[in-house]
């Protein structure tokens, strides 16, 4: 009886370890997020979208430690500058960071520029680097031609 009683309380002990376990991985997925909206560029056209990393739950992003948005841009897509740092965001803030990444589209179509980012995020005891891959996805169209006209005539009165 003694040993189904122990074996009962080790069981016991190890699903709440486990719940413990899954429920800290499920809380960790809510110290930040990474965030991309969609893009509209006209094939030809410069554009910029935007990469922004918010902390969550009493966490912030670490001032002082490097952040980085390095870059890979796919076939029709070029980019001014494929690597990202401190120096170039757009905004900055306790809780939040932004790059704007400059691109120009060469040919329509949807297109996905590989993104990895780099950054730490903090709390008062604690901090914790973070890498995050993402995929800035783009989409280049052909200007419609009655935009070229109206333009055209425009300018001639």
Same mark, same amino acid.
């Given at each position: 009886?003694?040993?189904?009683?122990?074996?009962? %309380?080790?069981?016991?002990?190890?699903?709440?370890?486990?719940?413990?376990?899954?429920?800290?991985?499920?809380?960790?997925?809510?110290?930040?997020?990474?965030?991309?909206?969609?893009?509209?560029?006209?094939?030809?056209?410069? %554009?910029?979208? %935007?990469v922004t990393i918010d902390a969550k739950n009493g966490w912030h992003v670490n001032g002082e430690a490097p952040i980085t948005l390095s870059l890979t841009a796919p076939a029709g897509i070029t980019l001014p500058? +494929?690597?990202?740092?401190? %120096?170039?965001?757009? +905004?900055?803030?306790?809780?939040?960071?932004?790059?704007?990444?400059?691109?120009?589209?060469?040919?329509?179509?949807a297109k996905v520029i590989a993104a990895e980012a780099h950054f730490v995020i903090c709390q008062e005891t604690a901090c914790k680097p973070v890498k995050e891959t993402l995929s800035l996805n783009v989409e280049a169209s052909v200007a419609a031609p009655a935009a070229k006209k109206a333009k055209g005539k425009a300018k001639k009165s």
């Open positions: 009886m003694l040993r189904t009683k122990t074996t009962i %309380s080790a069981l016991f002990a190890g699903l709440v370890t486990v719940g413990l376990l899954h429920g800290a991985a499920r809380a960790e997925d809510k110290l930040y997020a990474v965030t991309q909206a969609p893009t509209k560029v006209a094939v030809g056209a410069k %554009s910029t979208t %935007s500058k +494929a690597k990202l740092s401190r %120096s170039d965001l757009a +905004a900055s803030s306790l809780v939040s960071a932004r790059f704007d990444v400059a691109f120009e589209a060469a040919e329509p179509g």
